[in-house]
């Protein structure tokens, strides 16, 4: 594994754990008052983009990040509009 892949691997750690607080407290909740609708929806298309992109790159990384933060984000939006 090179450098490279080293730090893609951390940088995939950090950013999807960093939406785990998020969707924590949300399933718990249920307030998504301070989440903007529009924005993720553009966020959790975007993160699906990405996912595709490391899929067809292939950039492990790339997906296996994506992919647990489509999980986190979808669930967010999810609850952002089933509890408006």
């Known amino acids: 594994m090179n450098l490279v892949t080293i730090i893609g691997y951390f940088a995939a750690f950090g950013t999807t754990v960093s ?15 301070g989440i903007s609708l529009p924005m993720y929806c ?27 933060t489509l999980i986190f984000a979808a669930t967010i939006l999810i609850y952002k509009i089933k509890y408006k």
């Open 19 to 33: 939406f785990l607080p998020q969707a924590i407290k949300t399933i718990q909740t249920k307030d998504t008052s």
């Open 42 to 68: 553009l966020f959790t298309a975007g993160t699906l983009l990405w996912l595709i992109y490391g899929v067809m790159e292939p950039s492990l990384p790339v997906a296996v990040a994506n992919a647990i």
